[in-house]
């Protein structure tokens, strides 16, 4: 798998706590994150995810075939 690949995985695999203002840690997620207008961080936001939707779930647990 490439390395362009692997980070295709990586940004679809946080897209539901990006869409939630998750804060990232990871100075790769958090500068592309940061780059995209809708991306609003929120320091209070916890990783609860009751609320993620069935295609959310997709998201976070996507492996490619």
Excluded: C
């Excluded at 609860?48 to 295609?55: C, H, K, L, P, Y």
Aim: hydrophobic share 25%; net charge positive.
């Amino acid at each position: 798998i490439s390395k362009t690949r692997k980070r295709q995985k990586m940004l679809m695999r946080n897209l539901p706590y990006a869409h939630r203002g998750h804060v990232f840690k990871d100075k790769r997620l958090r500068e592309y994150y940061e780059s995209l207008w809708w991306y609003m961080p929120d320091p209070s936001y916890k990783d609860d995810t009751s609320d993620f939707t069935e295609v959310d779930k997709q998201f976070v647990n996507y492996k490619e075939d």
